[in-house]
């Protein structure tokens, strides 16, 4: 089965700089990738995806990226703020019988004044 | 509540006990899904549900049980088999066909007492 792997697991940046979170997967059938942002005690939200016919998107201060060949695919931000502070997951799925979500182990991103 | 409920939102479980934990949704989403959250762990599929009377196992369905015998609800028992219960559970749906992001539930946070 698939298997994701996210880094790293905890980040802190100051406000206004960039943060980048990684994300790695094993199977070359994935084809989907969303990235969702958990505040403290919430649901998870989805922030972005992308899927495999492009290798990059774009909504306002969230990018990501995404590497078929390498199997790797990040989430970039810009001009981050305190309300980015959160824990962000990756999660990969491929279109097909199954099409269920594998998500990484998360990543606690702290935005610091 | 975003069209996904989850039911009660805090849940005590003795020792030896089955517990059920609720979801249902309005959004007319064919799949449904039951992920686990620990800490530094992320989310662990438990069951998913493509269509009414259908479901297949996740990764860790083990001391679990779900059915769907609506398209709107898809309850999932935590039974006495399960031997570390305690975690904060996240139900999902989605539309089937095709790559899309899932919507959660807020969450049902069950301890052991």
């Known amino acids: 089965g698939e298997n994701v792997e996210q880094h790293p697991s905890t980040l802190s940046v100051q406000e206004g700089d960039s943060a980048v979170i990684k994300c790695t997967y094993s199977d070359s059938a994935s084809n989907y990738f969303p990235w969702y942002k958990q505040e403290l005690g919430k649901r998870p939200q989805l ?15 969230i990018a990501v990226t995404l590497n078929k060949t390498a199997k790797h695919f990040s ?38 004044l | 509540d975003g069209g996904i409920t989850q039911s009660p939102k805090y849940l005590f479980r003795k020792e030896g006990q089955n517990v059920t934990l609720s979801c249902e949704q309005n959004l007319n989403h064919d799949a449904m899904y039951w992920y ?17 009377n259908d479901f297949q196992k996740g990764d860790i369905a083990e001391g679990y049980s779900v059915s769907r015998e609506k398209k709107e609800s898809f309850p999932l028992t935590v039974t006495s088999a399960q031997k570390n219960p305690t975690a904060f559970y996240l ?11 899932y919507t959660f539930g807020s969450g049902t946070r069950l301890t052991v007492v």
């Open chain 2, 91 to 101: 139900c999902a749906s989605s539309i089937h066909r095709g790559n899309y992001g």
């Open chain 2, 36 to 52: 686990r959250q620990d800490p530094g762990q992320g989310l662990r599929l438990i069951y998913y549900s493509q269509i009414v």
């Open chain 1, 75 to 112: 989430l970039h931000i810009t001009e981050t703020q305190p309300e980015d502070s959160a824990v962000y997951f990756c999660a990969a799925s491929y279109t097909g019988t199954a099409s269920k979500l594998t998500f990484g182990t998360g990543t606690r991103l702290q935005v610091t």
């Open chain 1, 47 to 61: 922030i972005i995806d992308i899927r495999s016919n492009v290798g990059e998107k774009k909504d306002q201060r």
